[in-house]
């Protein structure tokens, strides 16, 4: 009896979460959509409901009610798992997220490792649907971003190392805490930049969109995908941008603190700082998406190895080297 | 209770995967069930308390590893994409030198664990702190970076000159490949590429020269 009351506790608290979640992401693809468009001076999807914000719910009305065509040569188990995989890697990694000192779901001692772990699982989705679908596009697509996405973690990897430093531990209610005199933002300026840019490279974003670029490869590793399934790619994809938003908060924009700890301020409760912090980041992932022309790959690859990696290195360095000289470290 | 039963369900993916890697006909499938094995592994080492090691062997082998064998294996020829070594006439080539490796490991693993259950002091526990107070991560930084730093040092020299090695032998450089050089491009003035000329009518004018 014990347990089902654990177990429903713990299923409640998990549905009060996932159903937010997936529902802004329906509005983050609005969002998306519409500064893409104010940018270029358009309109954007303004005509299902009022501003069009219900334009994500009519899409995915439509996917919901296409046809699964599923290629006659694919890998047919494959070929359905690879969605399910890319949809729940992108929901399970929202179970660490503080959205304030007590409201998150599993408050574990290795955190950021364990965000950092799903993000990088987060390549196999797009590895198994572009090769199951058995044909070129696809595999060309998978090919690319397997690459890709493992070139920009490992300086993800060590732009948390330059932060962990700074917070001594891995826990990320900590990583917030240790903020609260000063957002990482702004010592670890260069880092954040780099953050944000790898980010867009781990998430597939433009301009670092090559695994699904159209004008090369149709639509990359989704060209076989119809209906749920590649609508449950695109929430994926969207869940883990928004993932990347809240990492990127947590580790540099102080998480779930208020700017100022004054009094009109401290009253929003933390989680609707960190949505505004994560809104913050993801309207510029939308204008980076509307401003910056695609990389080509040996450019891309060129960034990821010869200037990020040994940049970050360096600012590993510098950060250690800081901190202990002034007896910053901080030990317990 | 719900422990033991994780454990049960953790560790019996981790042998079936582990049987299914080695069994499998499709060399991709040999390495998605690799990877479910390093998963499982990684939640036993979770299960046990072992959090940090678990989250490193997810980012490392999962993450990393497991990825660029994926990519190695699925350049492979799509046709060829079979494993054949228990069926083809290879099979009685391979099977004695996997079995002379898998006893050697065996007979290795008994005595690694038969000197700890035999002569507990070989295993000396009372390095790491595992206490409440001080997380997985904390002891094993502790240990690390204090008594088994040279060891520690040594492994990443090792794995840094292998790394450069490999880099190395399959390092060539090839002729008549075109580089984009930013410098050059970036430091290009308007004077060299660009020439005002007065063309004569019918004369045109000679470039190239």
New interface residues.
Partial sequence: ME?FSIIFQEVYKILFLLIPVLVSVAMIVWLDRRVWAFVQKRQGPNVVGPFGLLQSLADALKYIFKELIIPASSNKV?FILAPIITMTLALIAWAVIPFSETQVIAN???GI??L??VS??G??GI??GG?AS?SKYP?LG??RS??Q??SY?VSI?IIIINVLLCVG??NLNEIVLAQKNLWFVIPLFPMFVIFFISALAETNRPPFDLPEAEAELVAGYQTEYSGMMYAMFWLGEYANILLMCAMGSILFLGGWLSPIDLFPFNLVPGALWLIFKILFLFILFALVKAIVPRYRY??LMRLGWKIFLPFSLIWVVLTASYLFYFNLLPV? | MAHAIFFYIFSTIAIISAIMVTVSKNTVHSVFFLILDFISISCLFIMIGAEFLGMIMLIVYVGAVAVLFLFVVMMLNVAQQTNQWFSSAYSSRHIPIGLIISIIIFFELIIVIGGWKYKPDLFNQKDLNFTDTVSNTHSLGQILYTDYIHIFQISGMILLVAMIGAIVLTFRQREGVKKQNYIKQISRERSEGVEVLNVESNKGVKIDD
Avoid: K
């Fill in positions: 347990y494959i574990i001692n290795v490792l364990y950092f772990a990088s699982l390549v196999y590895i198994m090769w058995n595999f998978a090919i397997a690459a996405m493992v973690e990897g531990s891995l040996d450019q317990n």
